[in-house]
């Protein structure tokens, strides 16, 4: 039968080559944004961060592009490797002070050897 | 690497019972968050503190409820588990970072009500 939830969007790699993983956002007062990784069974962890003000911002093999005008978020990461295979979630926080966080749908990244 | 703590990781328990979920974090961050997440989806807040004496409901209602009564310890408690609390818990802790305040999450709790 059909699992309920489960439909995630799936990018898959081949191992050594770069990865595109896309996220629209919903919120134009949004002012800052985060991109997780979550293993199987494990809390989300950090990637990188950009806030509005910016529109790219680089970390060590991951580069995020911030596109306000059509509220898109991209994450690239160069040079695939196995360990990267994950799902990936983008999120948005609102300006204006708090820290709530909006978690996007997010993608599955396999990496194919 | 965060140092943020969340007992017991998995759990089965059956329907009306009592259960708390324990977070610790050491380090000093005032803001402490749940977030709920079932298999494949995005995470929900469902809770959050801004520090001791201070709780709030999150965007996603919740049976559960919260407590923050020292910095570094916010516990979720549900006090009569239903199957329909199956879910995942995980909970976060922020600091002010240059670019913003940035979440850091723990490893998640399991949750199996049968």
């Known amino acids: 039968g059909e699992s309920v939830g489960l439909h995630l969007p799936t990018l898959s790699v081949q191992e050594g080559d770069n990865s595109i993983i896309n996220c629209a956002y919903s919120?134009?007062?949004?002012?800052?944004f985060i991109w997780y990784k979550q293993e199987s069974g494990k809390g989300p962890q950090f990637i990188i961060d950009?806030?509005?003000?910016?529109d790219k911002r680089q970390g060590q093999r991951v580069t995020v592009l911030l596109n306000k005008t059509v509220k898109h978020l991209s994450l690239q990461i160069a040079a695939t490797q196995p360990g990267d295979s994950a799902v990936y979630f983008c999120?948005?926080?609102?300006?204006?002070?708090?820290?709530?966080?909006?978690f996007g749908t997010g993608t599955q990244l396999k990496v194919e050897l | 690497e965060a140092d943020i703590y969340q007992t017991p990781r998995y759990l089965v328990i059956g329907t009306g019972k009592k259960i708390t979920l324990e977070c610790s974090q050491t380090?000093?961050?005032?803001?402490m968050y749940w977030y709920q997440q079932d298999p494949g989806m995005e995470l929900h807040l469902i809770h959050y503190?801004?520090?001791?004496?201070?709780?709030e409901k999150g965007d996603l209602s919740s049976e559960s409820t919260v407590s923050r009564i020292r910095t570094e310890h916010f516990p979720l408690t549900l006090e009569s588990a239903r199957p329909s609390h199956t879910s995942q818990y995980l909970c976060?802790?922020?600091?002010?970072?240059?670019?913003?305040?940035?979440?850091?999450f723990g490893e998640g709790s399991w949750l199996t009500v049968v």
């Open positions: 976060a802790s922020s600091e002010f970072r240059a670019s913003g305040n940035t979440i850091y």
């Open positions: 919120n134009s007062a949004s002012d800052y």
């Open positions: 950009i806030r509005s003000n910016m």
């Open positions: 999120a948005e926080k609102l300006g204006g002070g708090g820290n709530k966080l909006t």
């Open positions: 380090m000093g961050h005032d803001k």
């Open positions: 503190s801004y520090g001791v004496n201070s709780t």
